[in-house]
């Protein structure tokens, strides 16, 4: 079993590469924006107490996300391993975190980080926008300010990971094989 961090700015490519590794290794997928956006049209308490957070590029608190991974590591079963797709974004997410598996006995494995250029990611996302429907995606000022936030209250993170030897940054510009053939190298040189 194996349990991956994929890691880096929103536009990195996060979602995209982890539908590919998923097909490959039957990793468990659990990506916190789109619980969230799930939650969202269900109209779920949780969703109304994210909306106002995430339309505005901002965080939504530590709480409400750890309980909510809390449940979907709980009641998954027979899992190959968790891929986590846009969380940890805080250091207290990534404490959070460990002490959860800790309880299940199987840790992370390593965090693969995107690397990718600032400019490229506001193409990307502004892209995006254009079929995605997601408000967040559709407003330059909000897309500036996840960029922000990434490197102010997320990109510590890495620095939690590399202390313990697992941070390990991938290059993400290039065609999208070729990115997904630089993470699978890395997750096979793991045991
Ligand atoms: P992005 O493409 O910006 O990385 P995500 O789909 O991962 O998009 O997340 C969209 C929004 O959901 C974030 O801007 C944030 O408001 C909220 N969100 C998702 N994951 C987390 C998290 N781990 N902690 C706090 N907020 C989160």
Redesign the pocket.
Known sequence: MKNIVLFG???AG??TQSEKLIEKYNFTHL????L??MHLSEGTELGKQ?QK??NE??????EV?IDMVDAKINSTENSAGFIF??????VP?AEALDRLLDKKGTPITLMLMLDVPEPELINR?SERGKTSGRA??QNIEKIRT?IR?YEKETLPVAEYYNNTGKLNKIYGVGNIDEIFNRLCEAIDSTL
Not at 31 to 34: H, K, L, M, S
Not at 57 to 62: E, K, Q, T, W
Not at 85 to 90: I, S
């Open positions: 700015p929103p536009g996060k979602g990506a916190t924006g789109d969230f956006r994210a957070y995430m590029g901002h965080l939504v608190p530590d996300v797709d846009g969380f940890p974004r805080t997410q996302i967040d995606d996840r936030v």
